[in-house]
């Protein structure tokens, strides 16, 4: 198989992930540099879901998010060899991610997000809970709308602290920050978003 075509453009929707097994990811990421195409397939197996559930409430477009996901596992089955196992592979992956994301920002500037479930941690209004009264309905807008217009590392740590759950550790180390730089942009974006809804309200 030739590598450009990436697994004809890595079918999202493959074999079911062998879980349970130490080091499994750094294993298959070692047999994928080789070429194996089963372990490829695995891999994208074990972590699609959460791979277009990140990009997906990034750039809140279905088709884009897929065309993301695509990348990035075609990104994974070339570069593969890049990965040296100081980190664990997700920080890997999800740096690829992160990066797909950003450039993604810069390229088409989205005007809308996807914020499924960032109400459930408390840190944005309630607005975002769905509701069929007209005016929570213009308020859910009016948040989607101000979370779009962060920039674009502010909004990136958000999605994946405040939506995914990760620590800001991890944000740390997928965005290539210090947690205390990750802690200062949710900071910024906490006050940026209060500032647009204050001025929209």
């Not at 279905?62 to 997700?90: M, N, P, Y």
């Not at 989607?144 to 740390?172: D, F, N, T, W």
């Not at 180390?173 to 929209?200: C, F, P, Q, W, Y």
């Amino acid at each position: 198989m030739r590598r450009g075509r990436c697994l004809e453009e890595t079918k999202l929707s493959v074999m079911t992930p062998n879980s349970g097994i130490p080091n499994r990811d750094a294993e298959l990421v070692r047999l994928i540099a080789a070429g194996d195409e089963r372990a490829f397939e695995e891999l994208v197996g074990k972590h699609q879901r959460l791979v277009l559930n990140i990009i997906y409430r990034y750039v809140g477009d279905r088709s884009a998010a897929d065309d993301i996901a695509q990348e990035v596992f075609c990104i994974l089955w070339h570069k593969a060899g890049s990965f040296k196992g100081g980190s664990k592979f997700t920080t890997w992956l999800y740096r690829v991610v992160a990066n797909q994301c950003l450039q993604f920002h810069r390229k088409y500037k989205p005007d809308v997000v996807s914020l499924d479930g960032i109400a459930a941690g408390g840190q944005l209004p309630e607005a975002l809970q769905v509701c069929d009264d007209s005016a929570r309905a213009g308020r859910i807008a009016a948040v989607k709308q101000a979370v779009a217009e962060l920039p674009e590392r502010q909004r990136l740590a958000l999605v994946l602290s405040h939506i995914e759950g990760m620590s800001y550790r991890e944000v740390a180390e997928i965005m290539g920050l210090t947690a205390s730089s990750v802690d200062s942009l949710i900071v910024r974006a906490k006050e940026n978003l209060r500032g647009k809804l204050r001025t929209r309200g």
